[in-house]
């Protein structure tokens, strides 16, 4: 079986995009589950760097099509100008872009409720505002706009107004707004008709990828601790990024994967609200932050940053049905002089047994650290793991026999062939 899943094993912008990028070089088909324009993968390849955001990281590998499935919800605005980014740096997009006919459309209207609501709430979630959640919402309401509408423009814009005057007389946005609306709207046909010609049915293209055995890469966008089941709920986002979204996003039976990779980061990081056992709010925390540059690839906000957490990294592991692991950003650690990993928690002194159950409390929990000696030497563009430093690998043997799956790939740098392969 050649059907490979690569999803994010923490809150999202663990560097997925660069490890589909890595895997996908003899790839026929790669394909995204969920989510929409709220992922930013970055990408660093010979033509510079490019940030995708609905489209497939595989795009940048021209052996492959590029799937948006039926479980995603897809802005045609941003996608049609990610197909420019993409066609500047010269790469073709030419039959190698497919929109599921089945996925669910965010508009104008679902972008407004969402920064709309975000203002109303006592405790903001921190959404990327790109109407992520609204649109889902719609969907489970059964009265979504799906890519199948846009092959019908008269139809599209009587949904769309309908939808406006609901979202106005349902408070979901303020009147104020309409006369604004109702211009985005019209610019916003005139993009989905371009974006119209992408529009297809998937079902039959991903099942004779599996009849004829060809290669296959499920891209998983955000991370397990987002999903909207097995995450730290409310603060979360409304897909399934854990490898369960799969068969329904896609309409691929779990059983065809044969590995099923997590992305991890050697520490932890996290955009918006919501609990962090292992957040520093200290100078550790600003030289992760400065050292890899972690700000939002989607809105540019500074990412909170933490330890490594290995009871939420088990939890992944085992919710994922993981079969290896891939650490990234193993460089940024470099400078330290000394290295934590969360071991566990406590809550008032009394060790906590696990993730799940603390997660309705883990803003109360104390994390419980194993210290390590920093190694304080570069290790960025390393090729092979037995040239690493003796204490690079004393801290990867840790974090391998904790999570008891092994570690197939360790990213040394954002570039390419900056990665160990084992
Ligand atoms: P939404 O997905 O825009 O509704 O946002 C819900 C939560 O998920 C917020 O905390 C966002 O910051 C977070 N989030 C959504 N997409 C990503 C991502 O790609 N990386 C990291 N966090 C994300």
């Not at 990867?396 to 040394?412: A, C, D």
Request: aromatic share 6%; proline share 4%; with cysteine.
């Amino acid at each position: 079986m050649s059907v490979i899943s690569v999803v994010g094993g923490q809150w999202g912008d663990e560097g997925k995009g660069k490890i589909v990028d890595v895997l996908s070089s003899d790839v026929e088909l790669v394909a995204r589950y969920q989510g929409g324009a709220n992922a930013g993968h970055t990408v660093y390849t010979e033509e510079g760097k490019i940030v995708l955001h609905q489209i497939p990281s595989g795009i940048l590998r021209d052996n492959c099509v590029c799937i948006l499935g039926n479980g995603m919800v897809v802005d045609p605005e941003g996608l049609y100008e990610e197909i420019r980014q993409v066609s500047k740096k010269n790469i073709s997009i030419d039959n190698r872009l497919i929109l599921s006919h089945n996925a669910h459309i965010v508009t104008p209207i679902h972008k407004a409720i969402d920064i709309h609501s975000e203002g109303k709430l006592k405790n903001p979630i921190g959404t990327t505002g790109k109407g992520i959640g609204p649109t889902y919402v719609d969907k489970f309401n059964r009265r979504g706009i799906r890519g199948i509408d846009l092959l019908n423009l008269e139809i599209l814009r009587i949904k769309l107004y309908n939808r406006l005057e609901s979202a106005i007389e349902n408070f979901e946005i303020p009147l104020a707004l309409k006369l604004e609306l109702e211009e985005k709207i019209e610019s916003y046909l005139k993009i989905s008709e371009k974006i119209s010609i992408y529009v297809s049915d998937v079902y039959e293209i991903i099942q004779s990828h599996l009849d004829n055995s060809q290669k296959i890469l499920i891209e998983g966008a955000q991370g397990t601790l987002l999903d909207i089941d097995h995450g730290t709920y409310p603060y979360v986002t409304s897909s399934s990024p854990s490898t369960g979204g799969i068969s329904t996003g896609l309409g691929l039976p779990l059983h065809r994967i044969s590995r099923h990779i997590g992305i991890f980061k050697v520490y932890c990081t996290r955009v918006g609200e919501g609990p962090f056992p292992t957040e520093l709010q200290d100078e550790s925390g600003e030289l992760l932050r400065k050292i890899g540059k972690e700000f939002g690839a989607t809105t540019g906000r500074p990412r909170r940053c933490g330890w490594f957490d290995l009871p939420a990294a088990k939890f992944s592991v085992q919710v994922n049905g993981l079969t290896e692991i891939a650490l990234t950003k193993l460089d940024v650690l470099d400078k330290f002089e000394k290295i934590k990993i969360c071991t566990g928690y406590m809550i008032n002194g009394k060790i906590q047994s696990g993730y799940s159950s603390s997660m309705c409390n883990l803003q109360e929990v104390e994390p419980i650290y194993t210290e390590f000696p920093g190694w304080r030497t570069s290790t960025v563009g390393f090729h092979h793991s037995e040239n690493l430093p003796g204490k690079v690998k004393e801290y990867i043997r840790f974090l391998e026999e904790s999570l008891g799956v092994p570690i197939k790939l360790i990213s040394t740098g954002p570039a390419r062939d900056q990665i160990i392969e084992s």
